[in-house]
């Protein structure tokens, strides 16, 4: 079943580097979506990136898409200790259906 | 404030008591779901629902009723709650579908004994 399936699982870096997280996907999408979740809360949406788009800004977060690989990434630039959280990307299923990946914990070192 | 509300934010219940799960939206959203979230399984779709007096199942219905008989209400229903129900729930919203932005609740804790 097509589900998002983000890589790596988890990452831990200092505060100031960038942080980059994968992606994948398994049949065609009219777009892909990314959230966050701070621990125990609801998801917050980052970025919404359409099929025929390869690239996305907003703030400090930058997504990519390819699909002829059927992948897309998101990076976050100058990370700061709030962006510590888990992040996960988002599919169609089909039948009006979305799917979460496993989420990616992102933990910054103040 | 545009929000989706969840009640209650933490629930404790014995196995077979039935509960009902609360969600709200005041953003006029037609598309209405619920998730589940455990460690290690991501977040899973209970139920959705396209519009009022439509509702659809999604990957984990087993255990679970919905109804939408308003445009902004769509409570999750546990008939008869088993431990494996344990989890944390999550309604969101959406305008019109799920290939929207999904506006999600603050989560509800809950714990069957």
């Known amino acids: 079943s097509q589900q998002g399936e983000e890589d790596p699982q988890a990452l831990s870096i200092q505060e100031g580097e960038n942080a980059t997280m994968n992606c994948s996907y398994k049949?065609?999408?009219?777009?892909l979506q990314w959230y966050r979740q701070n621990s125990g809360r609801g998801l917050v949406h980052l970025i919404l990136i359409r099929s025929n788009e390869r690239e996305k800004h907003s703030g400090r977060l930058r997504v990519t898409l390819d699909t002829s690989k059927k992948s897309s990434s998101l990076l976050i630039t100058a990370s700061r200790a709030a962006d510590t959280a888990s992040y996960f990307c988002a599919t169609e299923k089909g039948n009006n259906r979305l799917a979460f990946g496993k989420g990616n914990q992102v933990v910054v070192i103040p | 404030e545009a929000q989706v509300t969840q009640n209650p934010r933490y629930l404790i219940t014995v196995t077979g008591k039935k509960l009902t799960v609360t969600c709200s939206q005041n953003m006029n959203h037609e598309y209405m779901s619920w998730y589940r979230q455990d460690p290690g399984l991501g977040l899973r779709q209970i139920y959705y629902s396209m519009n009022v007096e439509v509702t659809d199942k999604g990957d984990v219905p087993e255990g679970y009723k919905v109804s939408r008989k308003e445009k902004r209400n769509f409570p999750l229903i546990l008939e008869s709650p088993s431990p494996n129900q344990t989890s944390l729930y999550f309604c969101a919203s959406s305008r019109q579908g799920h290939q929207e932005t999904q506006y999600f609740g603050p989560g509800t804790r809950l714990l069957v004994l």
């Open positions: 049949t065609s999408i009219n777009n």
